[in-house]
């Protein structure tokens, strides 16, 4: 898929860890894509029912709100990987050479701290939750069709924990660049020009024929 940056490859421990994790980010992210996917039959279902039998779904708010955590987050490793996430780069894409890399190195690890906290707060709203000793496992349910709610916060810190897994081996690559001195280090977004980019969409279009 063309996009705004490329990841490089090697045969680095680091590269090969980078390539181990992509399936499970796709994975994620197609999760994802079918959540999308879902709530436009859902609401098809929805308006179909209650234009011509009266009768739309019952609990289509409850569906939409379970659903939301896994369209919202379940991705969110993957474009971090591929550097396809909102960034602010008005600075950054000025630099070049170790002070690039020290400031994307500083900024991961910023991120990989802030997501560490976020997964264990996850995991604990999840926890309190959660309860085999309840009907379907659950200490609260949606309003309308008392839908267990703890499978959508469990997404959460699940989403968040592949998310650290990606910083860390960002991390790994933003500081072997700095040390190393690289120009095109592995396992992290490097972004590509206008021409690269439209060179990688030809790429992707011709591979699709």
């Given at each position: 898929?063309?996009?705004?940056?490329?990841?490089?490859?090697?045969?680095?421990?680091?590269?090969?860890?980078?390539?181990?994790?992509?399936?499970?980010?796709?994975?994620?992210?197609?999760?994802?894509?079918?959540?999308?996917?879902?709530?436009?039959?859902?609401?098809?279902?929805?308006?179909?029912?209650?234009?011509?039998?009266?009768?739309?779904?019952?609990?289509?708010?409850?569906?939409?709100?379970?659903?939301?955590?896994?369209?919202?987050?379940?991705?969110?490793?993957y474009v971090q990987r591929d550097g396809t996430h909102i960034r602010m780069d008005m600075v950054v894409s000025?630099?070049?050479?170790?002070?690039?890399?020290?400031?994307?190195?500083?900024?991961?690890?910023?991120?990989?701290?802030?997501?560490?906290?976020?997964?264990?707060?996850?995991?604990?709203?999840?926890?309190?939750?959660?309860?085999?000793?309840?009907?379907?496992?659950?200490?609260?349910?949606?309003?309308?069709?008392?839908?267990?709610?703890?499978?959508?916060?469990?997404?959460?810190?699940?989403?968040?924990?592949?998310?650290?897994?990606?910083?860390?081996?960002?991390?790994?690559?933003?500081?072997?660049?700095?040390?190393?001195?690289?120009?095109?280090?592995v396992a992290v977004p490097l972004t590509l020009s206008v021409a690269e980019q439209a060179m990688a969409e030809a790429?992707?279009?011709?591979?699709?024929?």
């Amino acid at each position: 898929m063309a996009g705004s940056a490329a990841v490089l490859e090697d045969s680095s421990i680091l590269s090969k860890l980078d390539r181990a994790l992509l399936p499970v980010e796709r994975f994620c992210a197609l999760l994802s894509g079918l959540a999308i996917f879902s709530l436009m039959f859902l609401a098809a279902y929805s308006v179909i029912g209650r234009k011509f039998f009266g009768s739309p779904l019952m609990g289509y708010i409850d569906y939409i709100e379970a659903a939301m955590p896994i369209i919202a987050i379940m991705g969110i490793s993957y474009v971090q990987r591929d550097g396809t996430h909102i960034r602010m780069d008005m600075v950054v894409s000025k630099l070049s050479g170790r002070v690039l890399w020290l400031f994307e190195l500083i900024s991961v690890l910023l991120m990989l701290v802030l997501i560490v906290a976020l997964t264990s707060g996850a995991w604990d709203h999840f926890d309190r939750s959660f309860d085999c000793a309840r009907p379907y496992c659950s200490r609260d349910s949606s309003i309308d069709i008392n839908l267990p709610i703890w499978p959508s916060k469990l997404v959460v810190p699940i989403a968040f924990a592949v998310l650290v897994l990606r910083l860390i081996l960002q991390s790994w690559g933003y500081a072997r660049a700095l040390v190393l001195g690289l120009e095109n280090p592995v396992a992290v977004p490097l972004t590509l020009s206008v021409a690269e980019q439209a060179m990688a969409e030809a790429k992707a279009l011709e591979g699709a024929d």
